[in-house]
Each structure stands twice: as structure tokens, then as C-alpha cells.
């Protein structure tokens, strides 16, 4: 069974720095594209970044809000995925997914860590 | 960036009803569009990709269609389970970008 487990979330000033954590298995990670998606409290989902597998370049693409500010990286060792998050704002608040890409969607996600801005 | 527009914003209807959701690309897209079932305090579920194929264990009453700019997912009779959020996404090979997202409320 896939299992995604999102960890890191928390509350921080603005300004500040937060890293996720996603924690896969029941699939082979290193082969797989994937990508984080956010929602804020009460809106819609908002597509954050993705990286790709190490054998397709394991690089990343970002949403124009979070580019310059966020990195995903990836540990395949771990199976373990990762968003750090710099110079963090208000509007960055939101409930973060991990999900697994599967061509042209996105067939399996976290359920989610919650992220707090404010002063 | 192609921007995607939902409507209605909320529908309200009931069991047995035929309900559709349409989405609106702001640019002659690519067919890699995908719908998503969210129900409160849960992760968004996939039913539809490429537009009009549905993904293994979703109820045949669910079904999208569409091509270009406008696409729309229908459910043909309307169950109690139905009753959530349903937002469209489209895949560029570099991005993703959803629609606002359609609330599905009993009448």
C-alpha cells in the first residue's frame, strides 16, 4: 500500500525557516516524480514544486510564488522527500501535500502538515 | 502561465441529479487535464486524467469531456458521497496549475 507521511509543519514568524519532510512507501521511490501542492485554510490547492527521479536529472520546477525561496530535494535512501522553506511569509499558511506524479496527474498524497506564518 | 477558471464557484443540487462542472483554460491547451474529488479535512482523489479517461475504482456516473479551452466533468446521477469540492488541473510538463475549485452542497 502507498503510504505518503508529510511531518515538519509547525508555527514561525515571518521571515523564518521550515523544512518538510515526506516519508514514502509501498512504491519505488527512486523512481518516482514528485511534488508538493499546498492549501491554504478554507481555499483551493495550489501546485508548489516537483522534482523529478535521479535517473531523469532529479531537478526541480517551482510555482512562481515560492520560486527563489523554496528548494525540494530528495533522499533516496530515506525514500524521503523534502521542502525547505526560506524567508517564509503570511501567505505562505497552508496545509502542505506531498503527492506522487503519475504522468499527467497526481494518483497518491500525504495527508498533509500544517504551516503557520504569523507574527 | 495558463490560468484555469472554474464555474459555477458552488453548486447546489440533489441526490439524482445530473450535475455538471465546467473548466475554462485561458490558452488553447493540451488534453492533460484532470479532475479531483476533495471532501473536507481529507487529500484531494483523482477521477478523471487526459481529460476523459477514468481512473480504476471510480464509479462509471463520473465521466469528463472537453478538449482546447473548455473541459467539463459530469456526474450523471448524483450520490450522497458526491457531495464535496471538485477542482480541474492542467499539466504542462513543467507545471501544474487548478482551478479555483467547484463546492457540490445539498440542495
Known amino acids: 500500500e502507498v503510504q505518503l507521511v508529510e511531518s515538519g509543519g509547525g508555527l514561525v514568524k515571518p521571515g523564518e525557516s521550515l523544512r518538510l519532510s515526506c516519508a514514502a512507501s509501498g512504491f519505488p521511490f527512486v523512481n518516482a516524480w514528485m511534488s508538493w501542492v499546498r492549501q491554504p485554510p478554507g481555499k483551493g490547492l495550489e501546485w508548489v514544486g516537483r522534482?523529478?527521479?535521479?535517473?531523469?536529472?532529479?531537478?526541480?520546477d517551482y510555482a512562481a510564488p515560492v520560486k527563489d525561496r523554496f528548494i525540494i530535494s530528495r533522499d533516496d535512501s530515506k525514500n524521503t522527500l523534502y521542502l525547505q522553506m526560506n524567508s517564509l511569509r503570511t501567505e505562505d499558511t497552508a496545509l502542505y501535500y506531498c503527492?506522487?506524479?503519475?504522468?499527467?496527474?497526481?494518483?497518491?498524497w500525504g495527508q498533509g502538515t500544517l504551516v503557520t506564518v504569523s507574527s | 502561465d495558463i490560468q484555469m477558471t472554474q464555474s459555477p464557484s458552488t453548486l447546489s443540487a440533489s441526490v439524482g441529479d445530473r450535475v455538471t462542472i465546467t473548466c475554462r483554460a485561458s490558452?488553447?491547451?493540451?488534453?492533460?487535464l484532470a479532475w479531483y474529488q476533495q471532501k473536507p479535512g481529507k487529500a484531494p482523489k483523482v477521477l478523471i486524467y487526459e481529460a476523459s479517461r477514468l481512473e480504476t475504482g471510480v464509479p462509471s456516473r463520473f465521466s469528463g469531456s472537453g478538449s482546447g479551452t473548455e473541459f467539463t466533468l459530469t456526474i450523471s446521477s448524483l450520490q450522497p458521497d458526491d457531495f464535496a469540492t471538485y477542482y480541474c488541473q492542467h499539466y504542462n510538463s513543467y507545471s501544474w496549475t487548478f482551478g479555483q475549485g467547484t463546492r457540490v452542497e445539498i440542495k
Open positions: 490558452q488553447s491547451t493540451n488534453n492533460w
Open positions: 522534482i523529478k527521479s535521479k535517473t531523469d536529472g532529479a531537478t526541480a
Open positions: 503527492a506522487t506524479e503519475y504522468y499527467t496527474f497526481h494518483n497518491n
